[in-house]
């Protein structure tokens, strides 16, 4: 690849392409990091803890050594509206003799003990990799455990070695499927609610985002039964089979259980976001569309409209400010870069760059047909590739995760967290003003101006903002 | 509505409800970027970099590079030796640093790589070295794993190349925030003596904004540097957990005499520090650190009516424990509650020798403590709950029982992922103390003024 800098590694150049530039809009990805790389990607067992975490009610038990288990302690900022033991962080704390006999036994103690203390109805037993080497049977101690208390213990099988987080969203939604199975003929398949009731999918209330989203269906006359997963119970997730539609947000990590929950129990699933104000009207429309009923669709065009109104003036104030700033995305997955494309767009903030840690190679296709020509488009990037396509193009923002974060401001370049560490809502229509203010409060902050006297640098913002 | 725990104490033995430690590799990728030009290397599957990474990256609000050998299913069947080899590859081609710290992960170590074998037949370019430690996480905590990269250094690096030993101390500064490191740095420097400390993430970890990202930033102890540790006449090795052991294998190694200390906090370990300086290399005290000195006394008389009494419950690394305690019974504070997640005998010493500080110290002080090792939160929390305490300090986990127990709360330790500044701010040293006198006095204060009836609310205190 001609375009390529001379220290981006060979192996990579087919994971980085440029809008435009090359014929083929083909991109390498889901493929294994390169060992020796710094790798931005995370393992199996993330994927499947950051599904998994929001169920309030469950115990998360992490058997393996204590890091699996620490680095994960509360970090994912999904909020509940009950119960707080989902913050709590239990662990096996695999010690040496465990390794070498088996941590078997160990596991059946701390479910016990867990389960006498918590009271709680589910325990999520994760595998981390060592466990995966030294042949725990988790299915047979779960099941054992199950029966003796009476409750559902599901092993998930996050051993971190056999994929990446992608493959730990699919051990998620698998222990998932196995929480809602129905376990008596209580509940039929097909037995659906005559109310207009969805899942929502793949909102794990940061911020408390699915709440708003839920509201705005309530006010369209659609009831949410349960959210996977974000602020939900046990019992809840338990009903989904009752539901008419699943709706899917983050399609990353829940697009293997909508197919499952259409397979086993004839629900039909859509996709939508609710980053934005263009794909959040577009989402709600959709979902009226789906049920035919037109009270509803005229709900939701009072509400596009109302909301819209509400926001208009604040959103154009920003636009103003914000206007032909440039930015660069490098989020986990490949819809919710898509997404922030279009949401930058109605900024008026052009996307120069846009990289994703596990995106598909259909939100590849996509991601290349909406970018603007010029576009860096690439997968799994390492920092240096960042620092380099950010300076190249002059990036003002980077929306990214944690690591990124100082990256970022040791080049002058403004940040937005568009992961667990976000502090506000970015979800519907409030949630785009919100997103917009952050936007602003970071490009267009007093401490470029001092940044910038060190040298270098892009420097957001200023000095029209 | 956090509050999880219940007060009476059973007792568990299945693991831990909310830890007070974490693993090796953490504390060897952070003992790793404290050698100049160094990149480290987790020698695993891809997620325990990323965890490690973030959760530094989360203390220090600092980018932090590290490669793995991104372990997949084959790996872990066949070993990890062909990823390695890439890896080093890969890493010299790409990234070139002068140093490669490999540490291994639970992962590599239960399929049981052996990395100095593999290390010896991989292509290591000209001039460039590959140092490695073994880190499994089923041992000890982070603090170990900071403890055997450093050894890992002493290891690979330290030579004994001189007749005779150089007038040069060796510093072993444990697992502390570079602003720590800086201080330590300034008081040997103030003593006149010269010194080679090692690891020193102090200007990697607390870099300045540049308008560039420097993948290897300026600072870091430098390889000659610790080449030359093997001629030195002395190390000092503050903090038995962090440092002990690799002061001691550089004894064994280049006989350089070890001695450890404690991690110079609070007035009587900052003096220990400095008085042991003193009499190795028959210098004075010079007046400006005698001045710092009189003038932490001078603010601990100010303030100590504010300590009197206290009860309070501290939690961390068993290092910046000892030291805390000692001087928080200076300020005359009761440490009723002492608790670390490390293992107290991790490193192959007496059972319990943290036990049996802390418990020396409070019975200096004629009082009586809960004082535990290999302990998790769950179980500080209802100890709290059984005997309040007026203060609780730790990293930031101590948040939720700060909040459950609604008792004023002093960060201190690592991590701390909801506050900033702490990585350049000493507490070591005595103007480390006059901070945490600061800082504990604030929280006190501060709640005294919370709670103070309108007609009890001081304007001098
Ligand atoms: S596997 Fe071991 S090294 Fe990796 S995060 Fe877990 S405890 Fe730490
Ligand atoms: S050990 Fe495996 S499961 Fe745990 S953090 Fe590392 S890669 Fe992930």
Redesign the interface.
């Given at each position: 690849m001609s375009t390529a800098a001379p220290?981006v590694?060979e192996e990579r150049e087919s994971s980085i392409l440029v809008k435009g530039r090359q014929r083929k809009s083909h991109l390498k990805c889901d493929a294994?990091?390169?060992?020796?790389?710094?790798?931005?990607?995370?393992?199996?067992?993330?994927g499947a803890r950051v599904v998994l975490n929001p169920v309030t009610d469950a115990i998360h038990?992490v058997h393996?050594?204590?890091?699996?288990?620490?680095?994960?302690?509360d970090i994912r900022g999904s909020l509940s509206s009950g119960s707080?033991?989902y913050?709590?962080?239990?662990?096996?704390?695999?010690?040496?003799n465990?390794?070498i006999f088996g941590g078997e036994k160990?596991?059946?103690?701390?479910?016990?003990?867990?389960v006498e203390?918590?009271k709680a109805p589910v325990v999520f037993v994760y595998a981390?990799?060592?466990v995966?080497?030294?042949g725990d049977d988790l299915e047979a101690v779960c099941k054992k455990a199950a029966q003796k208390h009476g409750i559902q213990v599901i092993p998930v099988q996050s051993s971190?070695?056999?994929?990446?987080k992608s493959a730990g969203y699919q051990a998620a939604c698998d222990a998932l499927l196995r929480l809602i199975e129905p376990r008596s003929a209580a509940c039929p398949p097909g037995n659906k609610h005559e109310v207009k009731s969805i899942n929502y999918l793949g909102d794990f209330n940061l911020a408390g985002e699915a709440w708003i989203i839920t509201e705005y269906l309530r006010q369209i006359g659609v009831e949410v039964n349960t959210v996977f997963t974000g602020d939900s119970k046990c019992s809840n997730l338990q009903k989904a089979p009752e539901a008419s539609l699943n709706i899917i947000q983050c399609a990353g990590s829940m697009f293997y259980l909508a197919q499952q929950l259409e397979e086993l129990y004839g629900i039909p699933y859509m996709r939508v976001s609710f980053l934005g104000l263009e794909d959040t009207s577009a989402s709600l429309r959709s979902i009226a569309a789906f049920f035919k009923d037109l009270q509803m669709k005229r709900l939701a065009e009072e509400l596009i409209q109302r909301e819209t109104a509400a926001v208009k003036s604040q959103m154009e104030g920003y636009r103003e400010k914000l206007k032909h700033k440039k930015a660069a995305i490098y989020v986990g997955g490949g819809f919710k870069a898509i997404s922030l494309i279009k949401q930058f767009r109605e900024l008026g903030i052009d996307v120069v760059m846009v990289g994703t840690q596990t995106g598909r190679e259909e939100d590849y296709q996509t991601l290349h047909d909406i970018a603007d020509d010029g576009t860096v488009i690439l997968d799994d990037a390492n920092?240096?590739e960042l620092?380099r396509f950010m300076t190249e193009k002059g990036a003002h923002l980077l929306v990214g995760g944690?690591?990124e974060?100082?990256?970022a401001?040791?080049?002058?370049v403004a940040f937005i967290d568009h992961n667990h560490d976000r502090k506000h809502p970015l979800s519907g229509y409030v949630g785009a003003v919100n997103f917009a203010r952050e936007v602003h409060a970071t490009v267009c902050s007093p401490v470029w101006k001092y940044?910038?006297g060190?040298?270098?640098?892009n420097?957001a913002g200023l000095p029209q903002c | 509505m956090l509050d999880c725990t219940p007060k009476e104490v059973i007792k568990r033995s299945g693991g831990l409800i909310n830890p007070a430690k974490t693993c090796q590799p953490i504390g060897a990728m952070y003992a790793a970027l404290g050698i100049h030009n160094c990149l480290p290397h987790s020698h695993g599957s891809q997620g325990c970099c990323a965890y490690h990474r973030s959760h530094l990256t989360r203390h220090f609000r600092e980018p932090v590079m590290a490669t793995t050998s991104s372990f997949t299913e084959g790996a872990s069947v066949f070993g990890g030796g062909a990823n390695l080899k890439t890896a080093i590859k890969n890493v010299f081609d790409i990234y070139n640093p002068d140093v490669m710290a490999v540490h291994t992960t639970c992962l590599s170590e239960t399929i049981g790589d052996d990395i100095s074998t593999i290390i010896k037949s991989a292509e290591v370019p000209e001039g460039k070295v590959v140092i490695h430690a073994n880190t499994p996480s089923y041992q000890g905590s982070h603090i170990t794993g900071f403890s055997n990269m450093v050894k890992g250094m002493v290891e690979y690096l330290a030579r004994a190349d001189t007749d005779g030993k150089k007038e040069q101390v060796n510093i072993i500064p444990g697992f502390v925030d570079p602003g720590d490191m800086r201080e330590i740095k300034r008081l040997v420097g103030k003593m006149g003596i010269k010194f080679i400390m090692f690891p020193d993430t102090s200007g990697v970890m607390d870099s300045p904004m540049t308008g560039k990202f420097d993948m290897f930033p300026a600072g870091g102890a430098q390889v000659e540097d610790i080449r030359d540790a093997g001629n030195s006449s002395l190390t000092m090795a503050l903090g038995y957990y962090a440092s002990s052991t690799p002061a001691n294998l550089l004894e064994r190694n280049c006989r350089v005499p070890a001695i450890t200390l404690k991690t110079p906090i609070g007035i009587k370990a900052t003096d220990d520090f400095l008085m042991t300086l003193r009499s190795k290399f028959t210098l004075e005290i010079p007046y400006e650190l005698e001045e710092e000195r009189g003038q932490l006394v001078d603010v601990m008389t100010d303030t100590h009516h504010h300590f009197y009494d206290k009860k309070v419950a501290i939690f961390g690394d068993p290092d910046i424990l000892t030291g805390l305690t000692e001087f928080v019974l200076s300020l005359g504070m009761q440490p009723v509650h002492v608790l670390t997640g490390t293992p107290s005998g991790t490193l192959g010493g007496p059972q319990g020798i943290f036990e049996k500080e802390i418990n020396e110290m409070l019975a200096a002080a004629r009082l009586e403590g809960r004082v535990k090792a290999a302990g998790d939160l769950f179980e500080l929390h209802q100890w709290i709950k059984n005997e309040p305490v007026d203060l609780l300090m730790g990293n930031t986990y101590g948040k939720y029982i700060a909040r459950a127990e609604d008792i004023p709360f002093v960060r201190v330790g690592f991590p701390i992922l909801d506050r900033s500044t702490h990585p350049y701010l000493p507490i070591v040293g005595y103007r480390g103390a006059l901070r945490l006198v600061e800082m504990i006095s604030n929280a006190l204060l501060d709640r005294q003024d919370r709670d103070a009836a309108d007609e009890d609310l001081e304007l001098v205190m």
């Open positions: 220290n590694i294994d990091s390169i060992a020796g790389c710094v790798s931005q990607r995370a393992c199996v067992y993330c038990l393996g050594p204590i890091g699996c288990a620490s680095y994960t302690w707080e033991l913050r709590n962080s239990f662990s096996t704390d695999l010690k040496e465990d390794i160990k596991l059946a103690r701390a479910i016990d003990e867990l203390k918590y981390t990799c060592v995966g080497v030294i971190g070695f056999i994929g990446n920092p240096s620092e944690v690591k974060r100082p990256l401001y040791k080049l002058g940044a910038r060190t040298g270098g640098g420097y | -």
